[in-house]
């Protein structure tokens, strides 16, 4: 089993800045895409950004710019560095990362728990 463990989310004014940081634990033989997702009240989840084991990135354009993600390969930990914070950047951030998994090399796709980031204007 892998656990996803999110952390450094919080309340900031608009125009600042976060750090989130996401590792993921268990029996894990390789981790391929690393992600976040962010889900507003009242909408669906939706992509944030994605980093490949190989380090290539994708980003919602609205987010473009503004939030880089990262990763530590042998720590298996995604980063997401978020400035210039807008209101309506304001959701839960769930980490989200696939793989596999040993002693069978069982494939995986786990979600953290989430963590609250609130903007205020």
């Known amino acids: 089993q892998v656990q996803l463990v999110e952390s450094g989310g919080g309340l900031v004014q608009a125009g600042g800045s976060l750090r989130l940081s996401c590792a993921a634990s268990g029996n894990i033989v390789s981790v391929n895409a690393m992600g976040w997702y962010r889900q507003a009240p009242g909408k669906q989840r939706e992509l944030v950004a994605t980093i490949s084991n190989g380090g290539s990135t994708n980003y919602a354009d609205s987010v473009k710019g503004r939030f880089t993600i990262s990763r530590d390969n042998a720590k298996n930990t995604v980063y997401l560095q978020m400035n210039s914070l807008k209101p309506e950047d304001t959701a839960v951030y769930y980490c989200?990362?696939?793989?596999?998994?040993?002693?069978?090399?069982?494939?995986?796709?786990?979600w953290g728990q989430g963590t609250q980031v609130t903007v205020s204007s």
């Open positions: 989200n990362a696939n793989g596999i998994l040993g002693p069978l090399m069982t494939p995986f796709r786990s």
